[in-house]
């Protein structure tokens, strides 16, 4: 529907620029104007979209002179204050002044202000496409407001009810100078016209790129300039036959109508999401639920009101090419919550249907935890920090490994455990495996969960003072990154435990990090994620603390340490208040110049789980510690 719309609007732009033409004009034939205009557009926007921008500031300057000059009116016609701000529409000239209700009004002039998709139809080509888009597209509608409604009232203040009904030039005869006026007409349809015919093949080309069309290969071609040509040159295709309606206020509703729809399933992608909650979801420019909630609600109901049938038709439309690409195309599916009968069937359901998909571990991923126990107080000792790793959309399994000198309540004590997770909102299993071989049975449990629907993603392992466990649990971890689980492991530090939950520090060694950061960041992952889903929980501070051991050159490393790190925040899309650290020195001798953090998170590769230097480590920290190894299947920048 936004290609529809989009490659529609070069045709609407087009009939306004020739009603001012033809206003200078009126022998010129109208279908005349109107292919030569095209013909411009085309040979301009065939060159490059730089080109094409680069023209658009020229045409930025007439419209701004052209405002000046309408302002400038005062000086030339009478300023009444008697108007009348709400009032009956009379209809137009068309149709003999027999009335317009307002919904066709708005269908006609809605889609003025359709052109803040620009930026979302060039985010292909723009630099910081995340920052750049909503910043971009919040300044154009504020500015275009404020110019909208003070021409409204300007124009009332300046005209004659009569003259606002009957001529479509008032504000040309009502200008200070009126030949600027009319090219800032002329501009300012010309520039959408060139706009949308620059943007839409941008939206075919990501369409095909994406594999969603046929001839996806031809569409998704770029040429050597990062031109999509093969898509440009059907986009001019589909604006020629649209030129064949003839009739601005015919194509305006049918616009609108694409448009509409359009901001729709924007509005219920972004609610969708949302109430999800996945961690994947983290804008950095956040709004409330309830503003896409209302957008969408208000396109369906403008949609209805203006033509229930083209509106019925555009629903079916989007329907159809969704159960389209379901069936015939990879597209992601969200996991189900079983509380009742009727989400076991739902997730049953759902379960056959993923299965035949492709896996989306780095989009859709979440902490899924297994925890192994031994005894009661393997869980308990970490209660509270197995819940904030897993909420709010985690799961923990529990393992408890019994044997003839076990733990006797552990049979007991275990749903108990789970039944306090799951009052929490928490999803938790648990199970007992009877084995004399701990270590083995750990790793036979992660091997064969690997074949369960809802499998668990993470190992979570705790250190405790019974140090002859420490060479059972170096080996787990070390395992665990060849069966594709992520590890924790906490330290939890007695005289402390988590403290007061409020400051969070993540320490990344950047003495060996690939330095080409770009779509993927390597053995800081879940070090990452999990450092923003505790300070989400919390509502707590995070420091991000890179370390550069034994660095030759401390000042160059340290200004590019400092460049890494903030591109790393930016795409990971950590939130705005994280704070940035650089350390040249061992984390022992760091001690001394950072901050004092509740939660201590430190991002290990598989080669550096050394159980005595952790330990130690501990001991100098005095607080708390969650070691974390990649699996190599979470993505921070996904």
Known sequence: PLYIAQALAVAMYLFGFREGWNWVFPEHPTLLVDVVAFGLIFLIANISADFAFKIQYIVLAIIGLSLVSIGLGVLNNPISTDIELFGKYEGSIENNFSGSNFWIVFAVYFPAVTGIMAGANMSGDLKDPAKSIPSGTLAAIIISYVVYITLAIFIAMIATQDELLTNYNILIDKAFFAPIVLAGLLGATFSSALSSLVGAPRILQALGENNILVYNDRLAKKDSRGEPKFAFYFTCVVVLLSLLMRDLNAIAPLLTMFFLITYAMINVVVLIEQGLGQISFRPRF??????????????????????????????????????????????????????????????????????????????????????????????????????????????????????????????????????????????ATSALIHSDDYMDS?????????????????????????????????????????????????????????????????????????????????????????????????????????????????????????????????????????????????????????????????????????????????????????????????????
Request: glycine fraction near 6%; hydrophobic fraction near 45%; charged fraction near 20%.
């Open 286 to 427: 956040k709004v409330n639920i309830i503003v896409p909630l209302l957008g969408a609600i208000g396109c369906f109901f403008v949609m209805f009101i203006i033509n229930s049938t083209v509106g019925l038709i555009s629903i079916m439309l989007v329907v159809a090419m969704y159960v389209y690409l379901a069936r015939l195309k990879t597209l992601e599916n969200q996991e189900g919550d079983t509380r009742s009968g009727m989400f076991n069937s739902l997730a049953e359901w759902s379960a056959k249907v993923v299965s035949k998909l492709p896996e989306a571990s780095e989009r859709a991923w979440q902490p899924n935890l297994l925890v192994p126990a031994q005894g009661v107080n393997d869980v308990v000792r970490s209660f509270k920090t197995i819940y904030n790793l897993a909420r709010p959309k985690g799961s923990v399994k529990i393992l408890g490994y019994i044997n003839e000198g076990s733990d006797p309540k552990l049979p007991v004590r275990l749903p108990e455990l789970c039944e306090y997770f799951v009052n929490q909102d928490i999803s």
């Open 442 to 638: 750990v790793l036979n449990s992660m091997q064969s969960l690997k074949a369960s629907f809802f499998t668990p993603n993470t190992i979570f392992l705790s250190l405790t003072d019974e140090v002859f466990r420490d060479v059972q649990i170096s080996q787990i971890a070390r395992k665990a990154r060849e069966y594709e689980f992520g590890t924790y492991l906490y330290v939890p530090y007695g005289k402390v435990g988590l403290g007061i939950e409020k400051t969070i520090s993540l320490w990344i060694n950047l003495a060996e990090v690939d330095r080409d950061l770009k779509y993927r960041v390597s053995d800081c992952n879940l070090g990452l994620l999990t450092a923003y889903l505790l300070k989400r929980n919390w509502h707590a501070n995070l420091t991000i603390i890179g370390i550069i051991p034994d660095s030759d050159n401390p000042s160059s490393d340290q200004r590019w340490a400092s460049g890494y790190l903030k591109r790393l925040v930016a795409l990971a899309r950590m939130p705005r208040d994280t704070q940035l650290k650089i350390v040249t020195n061992s984390i022992q001798e760091a001690l001394r110049e950072m901050p004092h953090a509740d939660l201590n998170i430190v991002s290990l590769r598989v080669e550096e789980v050394d159980m005595q230097k952790i330990r130690s480590q501990v001991a100098s920290f005095e607080t708390s510690m969650l070691y974390t190894i990649d699996s190599g299947l979470e993505n921070a920048l996904a």
